[in-house]
């Protein structure tokens, strides 16, 4: 079995990513992942996401109410336009709101305070290294309005959060590449039916 990293090289843990200008004084936190499919291929698993779409890939049991995270594309979910919420849980309409987005190359989702301004933002871009090859990073920022989930206490801001962090940003990126590597290339969401998956993740 190969252990695939998701770790981030320094020059991604460093450099600037698009939606890094929407919060300033920002804590950060980068991941990434090599998946052997061309940017195009992967865009479309990055739109559909979030709960009670096509979930976000990770622990379900966590954030998609035990529902199992899409294995196919979802040609109704492939539009994404500034504004629209990928709902964080199921059956809430609160949720990642869609801040800026480049199809095939960045999305940039956040999440907002009562006034309307993001308080931390998530950051999915694509970069193709070589042809066929996609760098999926990805960085979650909090700003200094950001409160930990669940009712956590502030201090769990540098400890708690980015360890779950680390391990939910870990399965999805691998649920992402093993769906995207999973499909004969060239493959993409069709306009009147889903596209069966080849292999469970």
Do not use: C
Not at 88 to 114: H, I, K, T
Not at 138 to 153: E, K, N, S
Not at 174 to 199: D, F, K, N, S
Request: no cysteine; hydrophobic share 40%.
């Amino acid at each position: 079995m190969i252990i695939r990293s998701v770790r981030a090289r320094r020059g991604e843990r460093l450099g600037p990513l698009p939606g890094d200008d929407l919060l300033a004084d920002a804590r950060s936190l980068t991941h990434a992942i090599t998946i052997r499919r061309p940017a195009r291929e992967v865009w479309p698993w990055l739109v559909q996401m979030g709960a009670g779409r096509a979930g976000w890939y990770s622990y379900d049991f966590v954030d998609n109410g035990r529902r199992h995270s899409a294995r196919s594309l979802l040609p109704g979910l492939q539009q994404v336009s500034v504004g629209d919420v990928f709902p964080a849980l199921p059956g809430v309409s609160e949720g990642f709101v869609v801040l800026r987005s480049e199809p095939e190359r960045y999305l940039v989702l956040g999440w907002r305070s009562p006034t309307g301004q993001p308080i931390m933002t998530w950051s999915f871009v694509l970069e193709e290294p070589e042809p066929g090859s996609t760098r999926l990073i990805v960085r979650a920022r909090g700003g200094a309005d950001y409160r930990p989930p669940f009712g956590l206490p502030a201090w769990t801001v540098k400890t708690l959060v980015p360890l779950g962090h680390a391990v939910m940003q870990r399965k999805q990126l691998l649920g992402i590449a093993r769906r995207a590597e999973a499909l004969p290339q060239g493959l993409r969401a069709q306009p009147e039916a889903t596209v069966a998956m080849h292999e469970n993740a």
